[in-house]
Structure formats: structure tokens, C-alpha cells
């Protein structure tokens, strides 16, 4: 049974006041809270285990290594990746992307080749490829959306052509909600020979993922948005790619042998992993799939699902409210502005009630000059969320609005 109160006993900082009030805290796309356990994972190593991995005989470095590798195996588990191998640690989904564009880029991609993206992709999923087309004379390719913020399949695939080498595409937007069909565009990519990669930062905390069941080439997100660490995130890619594709870095651990002459490159998934890996954040970030598998996926997105209802049902019902996103399968972001009040002025006010919301272009700036806007005020929803902070947003979005009057 969900219980979430039960839940938000697991998680610290929900019980402290801002400004005299209960902290309502619905900026969960931008990062989330960690519950207990994570955070006493990362006291306990940094007190109990703490060695370099890989690297050391002795036993702490071989404790650290064993937390390390067991991490890896959780997070493929959590993906229902094929093996171990084919998960590379990483400082999140940003690294993850610009990994991929690096490496990918130098393997497969020449002047005049393609890449198709959307109209709704977070920076770090542009960003990359437009300094990829600098480097490599590539193209980017932008497939639109219409105005529920749904891509436009037609005109997307319609896109996708003999120069096309990748897709790049979210799984949940950041800023609209929308959950788009990656399984479907990954099944039309591939009836073109064509690999997909999928940004899955806003989609891993809040449903179940298979990659091999939507048959992704590669898939990332990042610790810190699913209840773990920052600073540690995951890039899963299926074993041919990566096999195919030349180190990101160069340095330790990612090296067979040196010599002044020659390096040969270690195996998968270490030749994508130099330097010193971020052995605490992974262990961290296993504790936090454990913990949310221990709830269950759907559990969480059912729950979800009755928050965002809600919170579409109180906000559609305020005046002069517009809402960015609308789609029937959006998920747990509400981006939306009211009347004339500026962005900053709502995130503002709202903060001093206690309530903690995102505002700005949310590292989407093209999609607000899409959407003819600046930016917006975004909430965005948890399953340690409740019902009753759904109702105080809404009711503190209407005194906010009732000072501008």
C-alpha cells in the first residue's frame, strides 16, 4: 500500500520550514530530495570504505570496487540493460550526451551527414551537436510539435532520410510533460538503419524503463534527479556501439597499456571511464534505485499520475492562467504563466509561502522562442508530493495573482 507520509518520514529536509512555513518543494525536475538511506550510504563509505577502486590490492580498495561493480549491476538490473558492460558511470546526462556526440561523432559522422532532434530538447540535448556541426560539418535536424507540445510524428520521421546517422530525442520533456513514443520512433529508426539515443533524465524517476524493450541504442539520465547523488549519471549504450566507438577521454583506468609510443584501450565499460570514477555517487546512486524498485515503478507513476491530475484540474480553473503542455500522457511537470505576472515574480512570491517552484526558459530556450514567451513558472511533482501541496500551490498562485490586480 503507498503510503506517503510514511514515505516523507524517509526523506530530511521535508520536515524544515522556509520562511516560517512548511517547505512545499516542487522543483523535482530540477533536482530531487534524498531519502535517508542514500545519504547515510555516502557518510558510511566516505567513513568505513574509502579507497580508490580498481587500483589497490589491499582491502579497502577492494570493498570500494566490490560497491562499485555491485552499483553497475544495479543500475543494469534497474534498465534491464543486457549486461553490466554496456552501463559507463558518468557526471550525468549532460556528460552522458557530449560523450556520445564525441565519440559517435568521431566514428560515424562527416560533413553533410544528419542528426534529427525536437522542438522541446533540454540544451545538453543541442548543444552537443551543434558544436559536433562546427567540428564535423554535420546538420541538425529539428522535427516540430503541435500545441498540445506532442512531436509531429510525420513531419519527424518524414525527417529521417539516407544522411540521417542519429536520433536524439527525450523521453519526458522538462518543460511540457510530454511523454513521447520513444519505442515507436526508435521502431521507425531502425526500419531505416538508423541508431536512436534517448535522453532519459525526466522519465527514469517516475517509470519503469526497459531499454531493450523500446530497443534503444543508447539511454541516459542523471543520479541526482532519481533520488541520488549529483555529480554521478549513467549512459547505457548497446555493446556494438560502444565496441565501435573511440574513447571519450583519455587517462587512467580507460588504458590497457602505455607505452610513449602507443596506448591500447581497456574493455568495456572502462574505456569510456577515466580518471578516478566517482566510486561513492555510484554506490549512492544504486541505494536510490533499490529504494524506489523497494516502492515500485508503477506504484510511483500511478501515484504521480493522481498529482498531476489534480494539480491540471486547480490550475486550469485559475484565471488567466496559460499552461504549456497538454498532452493526455504528459507527466509530473506543469509549466505555465498567469496573466501578465512576470515568471521571477511568481517564483518569487510563491517562495516566500513556502513553496519551491523553477522559473525561466528551464535549459530550453529555443522551445520558449517557439512558444513566443520568455519563460515560464514550472512545478513539478514527486511521489513524497501530497495532495494538500498540490491544493497550496494552487491557492498560493491565486493570492500571488490577487497582488497584481
Known amino acids: 500500500m503507498f503510503d506517503v507520509n510514511e514515505i516523507r518520514r524517509d526523506f530530511p529536509i521535508l520536515s524544515r520550514e522556509v520562511y516560517g512555513k512548511p517547505l512545499v518543494y516542487l522543483d523535482n525536475a ?33 570493498k570500494a570496487t566490490e560497491l562499485h561493480e555491485a552499483a553497475r549491476e544495479t543500475v543494469r538490473a534497474f534498465i534491464n540493460a543486457g549486461s553490466s558492460d554496456e552501463i559507463v558511470f558518468t557526471r550525468g546526462t549532460t556528460e552522458s550526451i557530449n560523450l556520445i556526440a564525441s565519440s559517435f561523432g568521431e566514428a560515424f559522422m562527416h560533413e553533410g551527414d544528419e542528426v534529427v532532434i525536437t522542438a522541446m530538447e533540454h540544451h545538453s540535448n543541442i548543444v552537443p551537436w551543434q558544436m559536433l556541426a562546427a567540428r ?9 510539435i503541435d500545441e498540445r507540445g506532442e512531436i509531429v510524428m510525420d513531419e519527424m520521421l518524414g525527417l529521417i532520410n539516407g544522411r540521417t546517422r542519429l536520433v536524439a530525442v527525450a523521453h519526458v520533456s522538462n518543460v511540457l510533460g510530454t511523454v513521447n513514443p520513444v519505442k515507436q520512433i526508435i521502431a521507425a529508426a531502425h526500419a531505416k538503419g538508423v541508431p536512436v539515443l534517448v535522453d532519459g533524465a525526466q522519465a527514469v ?13 543508447f539511454y541516459v539520465f542523471s543520479g541526482h534527479k532519481v533520488y541520488g547523488p549529483t555529480g554521478i549519471g549513467v549512459l547505457y549504450g548497446k555493446r556494438r556501439w560502444l565496441d565501435a566507438m573511440p574513447p571519450y577521454q583519455g587517462g587512467g583506468e580507460m588504458i590497457r597499456t602505455v607505452t610513449f609510443e602507443r596506448t591500447t584501450y581497456n574493455d568495456l565499460p572502462y574505456k569510456f571511464e577515466a580518471g578516478t570514477p566517482d566510486y561513492v555517487g555510484s554506490n549512492a546512486l544504486a541505494v536510490a534505485l533499490r529504494y524506489v524498485s523497494a516502492i515500485g515503478m508503477d506504484d510511483i507513476a500511478a501515484y504521480e499520475r493522481q498529482l498531476t491530475d489534480r494539480a491540471m484540474q486547480r490550475l486550469s480553473a485559475i484565471d488567466g492562467i496559460r499552461i504549456f503542455g497538454t498532452s ?23 517562495d516566500r509561502l513556502g513553496i519551491a517552484v523553477r522559473t525561466g526558459h528551464h535549459c530550453a530556450e529555443p522551445l520558449m522562442h517557439l512558444l513566443g514567451i520568455e519563460g515560464t513558472v514550472r ?5 513524497y508530493n501530497t495532495l494538500e501541496e498540490v491544493d497550496a500551490l494552487a491557492d498560493g498562485i491565486v493570492r500571488v495573482a490577487r497582488m497584481f490586480r
Open 30 to 62: 530540477a533536482t530531487t530530495q534524498k531519502p535517508r538511506e542514500v545519504i547515510d550510504a555516502i557518510a558510511s563509505e566516505y567513513c568505513s570504505v574509502n579507497a580508490n577502486v580498481h587500483r589497490g590490492v589491499h582491502f579497502l580498495s577492494q
Open 136 to 144: 564535423r560539418g554535420i546538420k541538425l535536424r529539428i522535427a516540430p
Open 205 to 217: 524517476p517516475h517509470m519503469a524503463v526497459d531499454v531493450r524493450d523500446i530497443d534503444a541504442d
Open 328 to 350: 493526455p500522457t504528459k507527466g509530473a511537470v506543469i509549466s505555465f504563466l498567469v496573466g501578465g505576472i512576470h515568471h521571477l515574480d511568481m517564483g518569487t512570491l510563491l
Open 379 to 383: 512545478a513539478s511533482f514527486s511521489f
